[in-house]
């Protein structure tokens, strides 16, 4: 692309390179931040040793830079907000049948009853299938519109007073817990 100025490549896929910071700092500025007639609109790089400080500065140079490009690791740059994790708690495990007008009652249950604070949104949401559990992985995010509200919530799950459809539901601070399931690696 470097060498053929008339190159017509507009998605670039490099996923699972074993590419670095440096690798990346050098690609983003020969191909995306250059001034040269490069027209890449795609670039998926998942799955290489980007780091989480060197995702947000690369976001922040393309946003400020106004270059249209899409990368897939940006994604869940906005999920990376600090202020947005100091004001957030996650809640589960949620069960999947009789969820209408869970936010509301979720809401309620925090705000009105509970007096934890005010809250400014709650996003309910089920993940994939997790194997070995019986339960749906059904969960919620909860922004207060604080972070002294945190605080609060996390002494009502000490006390084990969050309940909702039955089930008794585990709080946490957001971005405090990080689940990875792998699969099996017995042999058949």
């Known amino acids: ?3 053929n100025e008339s190159s ?3 998605s670039l ?23 040269g007639k490069h027209h ?11 780091t989480e400080y060197h995702k947000i500065a690369l976001h922040n140079e393309v946003v400020r830079k106004g270059v249209k490009v899409y990368v897939d690791e940006f994604e869940g740059i906005s999920v990376l907000d600090k202020a947005l994790l100091d004001r957030s708690i996650w809640l589960s495990p949620l069960p999947k049948t009789g969820m209408q007008n869970f936010e509301a009652r979720i809401e ?8 934890c604070g005010f809250i400014t ?31 609060r919530s996390l002494k009502l799950a000490s006390k084990r007073c969050v309940n909702f459809g039955g089930l008794g539901q585990r709080l946490f601070k957001a971005g405090t817990r990080t689940v990875v399931i792998r699969p099996s690696q017995r042999r058949r």
């Open 40 to 50: 890449l609109t795609h670039v998926f790089v998942e799955q290489n040793f980007l």
């Open 121 to 151: 949104d709650v996003r309910i949401r089920v993940g994939r299938k997790v194997p070995g559990r019986t339960r749906d992985n059904c969960f919620a995010i909860v922004e207060y519109a604080h972070e002294n509200s945190v605080p």
């Open 13 to 35: 896929g490099i996923r699972a390179n074993f590419i670095n910071d440096e690798g990346f700092t050098d690609l983003f500025d020969r191909l995306i931040f250059s001034d």
């Open 8 to 10: 017509n490549l507009h």
């Open 1 to 3: 692309m470097l060498a």
């Open 108 to 115: 309620k249950f925090f705000s009105s009853n509970q007096q």
